[in-house]
């Protein structure tokens, strides 16, 4: 029998907070944290939901540890760092940073865009000279992720994926089978993606964004908010946690990607893709459907997206099977949705709760069943699924249970 | 990672004839404007025509490479697709971002939008072949073709595969190389693509693209080369590279004296000779050092170019006089090291060799 995959250590940063408990206090209160952008400067700010992280670039300046005035720091990899300064903060783990082979893992989407869309006229005129060539590297997906690796000494191996909003989910994925491979002992997994006026207006050229709050699997839903974030987690094999004395927050028990094979944006309208993954994380677990007692749903509230995972969830599970989506609190936070949403479903475990899927009013005609709109707390769970299915149809779900 | 792969089939779209490649190099393409621009190829043999018209150069360039590689092993739909790609489409993020700015947020086109999104090749990959299986993007600079040969020779090992579909692809625009120009990625005096080596002692290098696939195996039969062991390092100095390089020699059950062939990916840039310079000392004197980024241009995935030429050195078995670098000995072509360094200090190192 191979060794369990554990996660032993968390960092996380929404536009709920930073930290465990920032974000369930907000949880658990059904308080969201989407607000007009005060940061992001675009047009349809006035008109627009968005998970904002209210802290300006100075202050996640400071809460990534960094000497003030930094230029070429994109706000995309300063909240990563401020994610990572948090999971990092036990200083045995940067004892072993600097002793053992560890992965780290970053999935992102547009790479620091939130800072080059400013820039770009400079970029592309005939100047050759001043503050914006320092960001000219900064477009790429990897540059939070060699940024983080540097400034944190992790190595020997990094990697940055990007299959849109499943990005960081896969990030966990091969984490887990890098471990498992024998190439690192440990690897610390997650994603980042800043707001920025790109996505935000992809999103809207798509009209699949909501002005208003978002309603997962509303019958009325029209879209989704867009949020910004970040998120890491600590992966290593239950013996290598056990003897450093490190206490286990939840165990990987199953991942699945599996593509839908069947349109560039739209998901499978049967489901069958949600599904086929679904049952892949199962199976790897050795778990049938009823042993999932919630399920962290993709639920971006697009009619397309709710309808295939709502038919899918009610082609693999029972009628009573609980799950909610919680992006009405974050927004969707792209390559970091994954990993938030993983660091919520292993809180889910640890509290034995279920969160509330915000602004739910009227089932949808297609489905039997409707998502939990209540917190419910002392839930006997021991096993979360979160699924994160994206653009590409690239779908991973991946299943967390009780340690 | 050292676990052999066999790699079934090779193909490359690049500035080169290298899509129907019968008598590579010639007839050779060079340019003296420092951006090698892919030669085009007839792209309605792979995509239909409707779909074409809307599909971005990366698109088309990826995808008809990706079908062709599968094509030619035979294999319809493989069991996993795994891409690698620094950059991903630059046309449309550009004219998301252009359209964006100037027309102030307003009346955009979605379809740039969605193809800028990197794992776009991707999609329209599984769609072709119907490929549910397996499916993953590295998006990390020079390390994100390498990225993608370590996931499917973690795949293959798992054996949660037999046939994994592994490709990068990376597109040049002219704002790019005027973007980059400006932090001195490119030679200030740019020589012809084809002098580029010889004008290593100036910084700089010249721009390109291309995009390459191929089709591994944990299975030997029909395979045109086998991927030893591949190494991934992040700003090496002299001693990781050579211990590295020690390493999987000593993985491979091979020693200097045993490598016929070492391609680099040299590029002309002084600032980055140094790695290289690193291991061509210990290289035994009938070992021939060859190059390739004078026909392909310095990109985030030319290793990619890189590995389709060794296998097509393996298969054909002659090395052109256009790429040697230094003349070794003579003699049949068994295992060849690829050494790469990208501007942005990714170095990768692979033992291929011939498969029998």
Redesign the interface.
């Known amino acids: 029998m191979t060794d369990r995959i554990v996660i032993t250590a968390t960092g996380i940063h929404s536009a709920l907070g930073t930290g465990k408990n920032e974000h369930l206090a907000s949880l658990r209160a059904g308080k969201d944290g989407l607000r007009h952008p005060v940061h992001l400067q675009t047009i349809h700010a006035g008109e627009i939901l968005l998970g904002e992280i209210d802290k300006p670039n100075e202050t996640l300046t400071r809460m990534a540890g960094l000497p003030g005035n930094n230029p070429g720091y994109t706000r995309t990899t300063l909240l990563a760092m401020s994610a990572m300064a948090e999971l990092l903060k036990d200083a045995d783990l940067c004892t072993l940073l600097r002793s053992e082979p560890f992965a780290f893992i970053n999935a992102n989407t547009v790479g620091g865009m939130c800072t080059v869309e400013n820039m770009y006229p400079d970029f592309i005129s005939e100047k050759q000279t001043g503050p914006f060539t320092q960001y000219i590297n900064t477009l790429d997906c990897a540059e939070s992720t060699e940024h983080i690796a540097r400034h944190f000494g992790v190595k020997p191996l990094m990697a940055t994926i990007s299959t849109a909003c499943s990005s960081s989910a896969n990030a966990l994925v091969l984490g887990a089978r890098m471990i498992r491979q024998g190439l690192v002992k440990r690897a610390i997994c997650g994603g980042c993606d800043a707001l920025s006026r790109f996505t935000v207006n992809g999103f809207r050229s798509l009209k699949n964004t909501d002005d208003q709050r978002c309603r997962p699997f509303d019958e009325h839903r029209n879209g989704l908010n867009l949020g910004e974030g970040a998120g890491y987690v600590l992966l290593e094999k239950e013996p290598d946690a056990v003897q450093r004395g490190a206490t286990v927050q939840a165990i990987l028990s199953g991942y699945c990607n599996s593509n839908d094979a069947y349109h560039p944006t739209a998901p499978s309208p049967d489901g069958s893709g949600a599904l086929r993954t679904m049952k892949g994380a199962l199976d790897m677990a050795g778990l049938t459907p009823e042993d999932i007692g919630y399920i962290n749903a993709h639920g971006t509230a697009t009619i397309s997206n709710d309808d295939a995972e709502g038919k899918a969830i009610e082609q693999l599970f029972s009628d009573d099977i609980r799950y909610s989506s919680t992006k009405p609190y974050t927004g969707h936070t792209l390559a970091a949705a994954g990993i938030i949403e993983s660091i919520f479903s292993i809180w889910a475990l640890q509290e034995q709760i279920v969160y509330p899927n915000l602004n739910f009013r009227t089932p949808m005609l297609e489905m039997r069943t409707t998502p939990v709109t209540t917190l419910l707390e002392n839930v006997a769970l021991q096993h979360v699924m979160s699924n994160s299915f994206g653009f590409g149809g690239n779908n991973v779900s991946l299943i967390f249970s009780k340690s | 990672?050292t676990y052999p792969v066999y790699i079934l089939s090779a193909s490359a779209i690049s500035p080169q004839h290298s899509f129907y490649p019968g008598n590579f190099p010639d007839p050779v393409v060079h340019t003296d404007d420092g951006q090698l621009f892919i030669t085009d190829i007839d792209y309605t043999r792979y995509i239909n025509p409707v779909a074409i018209r809307r599909m971005s150069r990366i698109l088309k360039m990826s995808i008809s490479a990706g079908l062709q590689c599968l094509k030619e092993a035979g294999v319809e739909k493989p069991d996993a697709?795994i891409t690698g790609t620094?950059?991903?489409s630059m046309t449309d993020?550009e004219r998301?971002?252009?359209d964006?700015?100037s027309l102030?947020?307003?009346a955009?086109?979605?379809t740039y939008?969605?193809q800028?999104?990197?794992?776009?090749t991707?999609?329209?990959l599984?769609?072709k072949?119907?490929?549910?299986?397996?499916?993953?993007?590295?998006?990390?600079?020079g390390?994100s073709f390498e990225?993608a040969l370590l996931?499917a020779q973690?795949l293959l090992?798992?054996g949660s595969a037999q046939y994994a579909l592994a490709g990068c692809f990376d597109e040049l625009t002219r704002?790019y190389f005027?973007?980059?120009n400006?932090?001195d990625y490119w030679k200030k005096e740019l020589p012809d693509s084809l002098e580029l080596i010889q004008n290593s002692h100036t910084p700089g290098t010249i721009a390109g693209e291309g995009a390459a696939f191929f089709l591994l195996s944990s299975k030997k039969e029909q395979a045109a080369a086998v991927l030893q062991s591949l190494s991934?390092?992040?700003?090496p100095d002299a001693a990781d590279l050579s211990e590295q390089v020690n390493i999987m020699l000593g993985n491979c059950g091979l020693s200097y004296d045993d490598i016929d062939l070492v391609l680099t990916g040299m590029n002309g840039d002084c600032r980055q000779q140094y790695i290289y310079d690193v291991i061509t000392p210990r290289l035994a004197p009938g070992t021939t050092i060859a190059v390739f980024k004078h026909l392909c241009g310095e990109y985030?995935t030319s290793s990619g170019f890189g590995l389709w030429l060794a296998i097509r050195l393996l298969a054909t078995q002659e090395i052109p006089e256009l790429i040697i670098h230094r003349k070794g000995a003579p003699g049949k072509i068994k295992h060849i090291l690829i050494l790469n360094h990208y501007i942005?200090n990714n170095v990768s190192a692979m033992v291929v060799s011939h498969p029998l």
């Open positions: 990672m697709i620094g950059r991903g993020t998301f971002l252009i964006m700015i102030q947020e307003e955009l086109n979605p939008f969605i800028s999104t990197y794992n776009s991707n999609g329209w599984a769609m072949t119907q490929c549910t299986g397996y499916n993953q993007t590295y998006v990390h600079r390390a990225l996931d973690m090992q798992e704002d005027f973007v980059k400006k932090i991934i390092l992040n700003d985030d942005l």
